[in-house]
């Protein structure tokens, strides 16, 4: 069934792949699926997310590379899918790809990091009225993972001289003193990979689709723990 592929996947996703048999039962489910995934734009994620996985292990291997350039094909304004592209192609040794995969993805994500400053101007507005209203809330994580991608893109495409001009200019934008401090701290993280391979496969599993989610929680195992901790590579 599809359902074991996704909880296997959540499952692997939550503590690595720890031993031979557990990735030849995961790679046996993938292929199982392969026919039906090709057509199925909700399972691109976690093939992804399990080849990401799968990749890591001994061996040539490039599936995750595989299923990111499938989905670039239908997803072309995904930023958010463009630099987890950009940071698997990073991985790769395909520098020059993925500079220009990241440039993209800079240029797709703009709108909603406007979307979301807009969002951080509105509850500032709104907790300074001291209004009780659902704008005076936290940053949502979606948000969050919009903005730091950003910052991390910016640093990727544009280096450390050029980006933080742009960084600066980013954080005069930004009304919220913690949510400054947040994307300051991910811009000085000193040679750090645009993303790492197990953070690239848990947002592959936060960003999932409700029914996946959905799948994993009856494991008996909700995933909010993997998707709070994720952000912290």
């Known amino acids: ?31 199982e699926h392969h026919a039906l995934a090709r057509h199925d734009e909700e399972l691109w994620r976690v093939y992804a997310a399990a080849h990401l996985l799968l990749d890591r292990q001994p061996g040539p ?103 933080a001009v742009r960084v600066a200019a980013l954080l005069t934008r930004v009304p919220d003193p913690a949510v400054r401090r947040d994307l300051h701290e991910v811009w000085l993280e000193q040679g750090a990979p645009l993303f790492t391979s197990a953070f690239l496969a848990t947002r592959a599993l936060r960003l999932q689709s409700p029914t996946f989610l959905n799948w994993v929680a009856r494991a008996g195992d909700a995933p909010a723990s993997a998707s709070e901790d994720a952000d912290d590579e």
């Open 61 to 163: 291997r490039a599936g995750a590379v595989r299923w990111f350039r499938r989905g670039l094909a239908r997803k072309p304004s995904d930023g958010l899918w463009l630099a987890d592209f950009a940071a698997q192609l990073a991985a790769g040794g395909q520098a020059r790809a993925s500079v220009r995969v990241a440039s993209l993805a800079l240029t797709k994500l703009w709108p909603q990091v406007e979307h979301v400053l807009a969002g951080l101007r509105g509850t500032a507005t709104t907790a300074g009225a001291g209004a009780e209203t659902p704008a005076a809330g936290p940053l949502a994580k979606r948000g969050r993972e919009i903005l730091r991608t950003y910052v991390r893109l910016i640093r990727h495409v544009h280096g450390v001289r050029a980006g």
């Open 1 to 31: 069934m599809i359902a074991l592929l996704w909880l296997r996947t959540a499952d692997a996703l939550r503590g690595g792949i720890t031993d031979a048999r557990q990735a030849r039962d995961l790679t046996r489910l993938l292929s």
